[in-house]
């Protein structure tokens, strides 16, 4: 089973329907989804704070504990769309490392990003959005320590020993819409990531161009299964 946790927002909940489909669509193996909605984590008492652009900003960091601390889980932002198979992302897991990740070099130069949201900018940027996590030797991430470390702890993984622990993502999965030159061809990467905010958003509906009809052409297909 692939156990895959994707982070739930309030304000972005049609994106995560979106992924959640384009996930199920494509793969070939079972898989489990489940939403990081951090009121419904009992133990995540931390509140949010005022440069948190998201729900999921630091709940992410209890996918370990809910998965007992057990094999490997994937976490990734609601605002993403697969494209392909989540089993090839899934065989990429190396136990020589604690976490996988596609590691963007990703400096803003912008000052705000989607609805306004202050835009954060720090070594690691995006690292976090999509990982592959080594429950077993996240040990680290305890209830506590994720509700009381800094963000930029937390994001710039200061739980674990130093970066030799942190194994790279490969295939162009984790494309930045917008932020990085499109893929060539179009079709090449295995997942979007609107991470200045997608075409959910009214003032956003053509963010990446073709891309963005894409989005809600996989909105469309989706939606068929609720008619």
Known sequence: ??????????????AFHVLSESIRRHASEPVSITPICYSQIKEFTREKQPNQSTDFAFSRFMV??????????????????CRADITELWNQRDNKYSIMCVQHEHIPG?????????????????WSSLMLLN???????????????????L??????????EIGAIQGGWNHLVDVQAPPEPLAASPMLHWTLGGPWFREQRTMGGPLAAEWFSARDDAMKLWD
């Open 155 to 164: 994001h710039r993984f200061h739980w674990l020993e130093g970066d030799h």
């Open 110 to 126: 912008e000052l705000k990003k989607f609805q306004g949201e202050v835009q954060s900018s720090y070594p690691k940027k995006n």
């Open 64 to 81: 370990p504990y809910l998965s007992n601390y057990k094999g490997w889980s994937i976490f990734m932002d609601c605002d993403m769309l």
């Open 135 to 153: 429950c077993s030797r996240c040990t680290k991430l305890t209830v506590d320590y994720v509700n009381s470390a800094s963000g930029l702890e």
């Open 1 to 14: 089973m692939i156990n895959v946790y994707i982070g739930y927002d309030e304000g972005e909940k049609v």
